[in-house]
């Protein structure tokens, strides 16, 4: 367990819809990571926040949006679902002074877009 | 062409042996580079951290960095079925904006007793 949790574990939805998946950092980290996983395109970076200021964007589309809280849980909003926005959602969190390569991954949101 | 390639394999070797798994790039801007183990169903654990060329070395595992060639190689010596995992190597390049974080597609390990 790395102490990263993430709400809810499974998502269903149809096509259009609009979802939030929520994310805890470990106590302490300042960073949170938001990535995407799929079989055809693998894992791919979306956002950073550090202590709730954007620090760095990958690949997320206008239709998603992120916003770290001042307790320094995490969103995700996902809008205008289509079916290829099907797949896992990681949250990951870092502590102070590091970066990406001390991070702790959550068990991740498996989102199924019908 | 993605700017990370990654053999998906799956590869199977027999329990101790040494396994090699590699990725190569196209971004020669790439400044750190990763490997990380997901288990199926779990989320991604960070293995190794690299900055530039070379080696470094942790326990059985060896991570190795040819910036000229842009070829990253994981060697895990002495392998277990507990290294049984999809292996993602990452890079990262710092900019103005921030940065950007690439993976590979990972490669199935199966170790076998």
């Known amino acids: 367990d790395s102490g990263v949790t993430q709400t809810p574990k499974h998502l269903i939805t149809a096509t259009g819809q609009r979802v939030t998946l929520r994310c805890s950092p470990r106590?302490?980290?300042?960073?949170v990571y938001w990535y995407q996983q799929s079989l055809d395109q693998g894992l791919q970076f979306l956002i950073h926040y550090y202590n709730g200021e954007e620090r760095a964007k990958g690949n997320i589309l206008e239709r998603f949006s992120a916003q770290q809280f001042p307790d320094l849980h995490s969103e995700l909003n996902l809008s205008s679902l289509e079916l290829g926005d099907s797949a896992l959602y990681f949250c990951a969190s870092s502590p102070p002074g590091t970066g990406v390569h001390e991070q702790y991954f959550g068990p991740g949101t498996r989102l199924t877009v019908t | 062409q993605k700017e990370v390639e990654q053999d998906p394999g799956p590869l199977s070797v027999p329990e101790g042996a040494i396994v090699s798994l590699n990725c190569t790039y196209s971004n020669s801007a790439f400044q750190y580079f990763m490997w990380y183990r997901q288990y199926s169903r779990k989320g991604p654990e960070l293995l190794m951290y690299?900055?530039?060329?070379g080696n470094k070395e942790d326990g059985r595992f060896t991570a190795q960095v040819d910036k000229s060639s842009k070829y990253i190689s994981l060697f895990i010596r002495d392998s277990q079925p507990s290294d049984s995992a999809t292996y993602l190597c990452?890079?990262?390049?710092?900019?103005?904006?921030?940065?950007?974080?690439?993976f590979g597609k990972g490669t199935s390990l199966l170790v076998t007793p």
């Open positions: 990452a890079m990262r390049v710092d900019s103005n904006s921030g940065y950007a974080l690439n």
């Open positions: 690299t900055y530039s060329s």
């Open positions: 106590s302490g980290d300042l960073s």
